[in-house]
Structure formats: structure tokens, C-alpha cells
């Protein structure tokens, strides 16, 4: 008797070790940063910074890459598309909520020390990618919001902005003016919103993500979507790799997306496995009628992943996606795998 179970130990615990794994490629000895479709200033920024020809050549007083970590880098990437007046998916342009107000999200992790920072519902503030970063090095603290967010990035010396641009203030006037069905007026097409996130991986393997966004557009005033929730909307560990998302923020939030595609990595699966098993498992999960179209999820998510060893991929609900990357092949726009086909 205990020798059969001493033998079915044996077995149990070879069918562990030996649980089919897909191979690591030999990790890349180059920078790699991984987007959502509108980054491919991000990738581009974020690599230059993790460079390493690039930081060999650089002096003390050099203000450019100061700051080494990948974490770092991606920020400095959606920064570039935070100041962009034309994405009006984040920061300065960004679709307000339904009060007119430009509310933003944004977090931050690294990969090496498992630390992360993020701000929910901050307003005029241009950057809060940024200031996620200050929450995660100057505080004991993960998540600050609203007023409180607001007062800690101008402590820190970030200045009071104007975000809604006239474009977004027309595009909102022209939603309220036809928010009743009572009346004549054919509604506009819904404006959706957008994210941007950014995944990087420095030649050393340390890895550092952020996810910026200006919501849902004209969510209700306060509503919090994935991007500023570490393990929805991001979520980084250098030991198995770095995911974000972007689309319906509730979806990702229920389903702790981000969090759930690094674990599918680190079971074994390619990044763009991992970012497809993430939209199944949504598809999965997505029950309630209102959210449903003859069956499938009438909403759209997207998720990206970089794996540790600097592969990539990324999957959405529905076809017709790409994600941003910039590796040894240089910056572009690549396919994103999908669950199902839009007609
Ligand atoms: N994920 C964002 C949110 O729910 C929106 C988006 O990516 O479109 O706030």
C-alpha cells in the first residue's frame, strides 16, 4: 500500500515537472516595447531609452535616459502620446465624462521589485502616467484618486492644465445635445474612449509597463475603469513577463486580465497565447444579457503581452486589431490574434 503510493507520488510529481512548456527563446539582447496601435511613438521612445549604445554614450549632466529602468521608459513613452491634443483617448485631448470634466487613469509597475503606482479620476493634470511613477517611488502607497491625486502631483510640482481641447469640447457638446430618444435628433455614433499602455523590456531582462487613458468617454463622473488597476490594466514580473490591455475597463477589471495573461506565460504559453486565452476566458465569463449580441460579447478588449524573454503578441475579442512593437526588427504595426471575426 505505501509503496503504490509512494509510486503514484513518484508519477504525480514527474507529471509537474514535466507539464508540456513551450520553450524560452534566448532572451533578446535588445531593448523591446510593446503597444497598443497608437504607440508606435511610445516603442520608439521607450527603446531609444533602454538602449544600451545609447546610455554608454551618455555624460553625467545628459538629461536623456537618466533614469535606466524600463518602467521608466514606458512612461516616458505614453508621455509622448499623453501630450498629443490629437489622441483624444488620453491626457491633454482627452474625451471628458459626462460632465464635461477630463478625468484620467493611469498606473505603473515594475517587474524587478514588484512595486506599482497609479492614479484614478485625476484632473488637469497633463501627464498622470507620471505621476503613477511619483506614487510608486515617493509614497508607501498604490492607488490615489480624484482631489487627493490631484493635490499629490502639484506637491510634486506638475502643473495645473486645461485638458479638454475644443476638438473633445464639441465632440461632447454635440453627445449631450443628443442624449434624449424623446426628441427628433438621430444620435451620433458613440465615441468609445482608448488607452494607451506600454510594455518594456531593458537587454537585462528587467521589466517595467504603464497604462494611461482618459476612460470610457462620457462615463459617469468618478467611474474607474482597468487602466489605473494593477492586474487589470497592467501588470508586470520579470520572471514570466509584462501584459496591458485596453477596451471595456469593467471586463478587464472582472476578469483581472492583465494579471491572468502574465500567469498563462508563466504556465508556458507564448505571449500571443497568453493574450488570446485572456480573450476567451472573457468571452467566457461574459454572461449578463446586456452585454451580450446574439450570444458574443458586444464590446471589444484587447490584450497585449511581451513575455520575458522578449517575445510578443497580442489578442482582441474581435477581429480587425494591431498592436505597436519596436524590437530587433525595428518599429511597426503587427496583427493582433482575435477570438472572433467581425462580419
Ligand atoms: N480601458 C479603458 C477604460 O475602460 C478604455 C479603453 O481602453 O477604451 O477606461
Known amino acids: 500500500m505505501t509503496s503504490i503510493r509512494r509510486r503514484d507520488l513518484l508519477a504525480a510529481s514527474a507529471a509537474v515537472v514535466l507539464l508540456p512548456r513551450v520553450s524560452r527563446a534566448e532572451p533578446a539582447p535588445i531593448p523591446v516595447a510593446v503597444s497598443s496601435a497608437n504607440g508606435i511613438p511610445a516603442v520608439k521612445r521607450a527603446c531609444e531609452l533602454l538602449d544600451p549604445a545609447l546610455l554608454a554614450t551618455q555624460t553625467r549632466t545628459s538629461t536623456v535616459g537618466r533614469d535606466h529602468r524600463p518602467v521608466h521608459a514606458a512612461v516616458q513613452g505614453v508621455s509622448l502620446v499623453e501630450n498629443d491634443p490629437k489622441d483624444m483617448s488620453v491626457g491633454l485631448g482627452g474625451l471628458p465624462n459626462e460632465n464635461g470634466v477630463v478625468q484620467l487613469d493611469a498606473c505603473v509597475m515594475e517587474g524587478t521589485t514588484g512595486l506599482g503606482g497609479a492614479v484614478a479620476a485625476i484632473e488637469n493634470i497633463q501627464n498622470p502616467s507620471q505621476v503613477a511613477l511619483r506614487v510608486m517611488d515617493r509614497t508607501d502607497h498604490v492607488l490615489l484618486v480624484g482631489k487627493g491625486a490631484y493635490r499629490f502631483a502639484r506637491a510634486h510640482g506638475f502643473r495645473h492644465a486645461e485638458l479638454l481641447t475644443e476638438a473633445a469640447r464639441k465632440r461632447w457638446l454635440r453627445w449631450k445635445e443628443n442624449l434624449s430618444d424623446k426628441d427628433d ?141 519596436r524590437d530587433a526588427k525595428g518599429a511597426r504595426l503587427e496583427p493582433a490574434q482575435f477570438v472572433f471575426k467581425r462580419s
Open 185 to 325: 435628433w438621430i444620435p451620433p455614433e458613440r465615441d468609445k474612449g482608448g488607452t494607451i499602455t506600454c510594455l518594456a523590456r531593458a537587454p537585462n531582462g528587467h521589466m517595467g509597463g504603464c497604462t494611461t487613458t482618459s476612460g470610457l468617454a462620457y462615463k459617469i463622473p468618478s467611474r474607474v475603469g482597468d487602466s489605473p488597476i494593477i492586474g487589470a490594466g497592467l501588470y508586470v514580473d520579470d520572471t514570466a513577463g509584462a501584459a496591458g490591455c485596453t477596451g471595456r475597463g469593467e471586463a478587464c477589471i472582472l476578469n483581472c486580465a492583465s494579471f491572468l495573461a502574465v500567469e498563462f506565460m508563466r504556465q508556458g504559453r507564448t505571449a500571443m497565447q497568453a493574450a488570446l486565452e485572456t480573450c476567451r476566458r472573457i468571452v467566457a465569463r461574459t454572461k449578463a444579457k446586456r452585454l451580450l449580441n446574439a450570444g458574443r460579447p458586444a464590446f471589444n478588449v484587447k490584450v497585449y503581452c511581451l513575455r520575458n524573454d522578449g517575445t510578443h503578441g497580442a489578442a482582441s475579442i474581435w477581429s480587425g486589431g494591431k498592436y505597436a512593437v
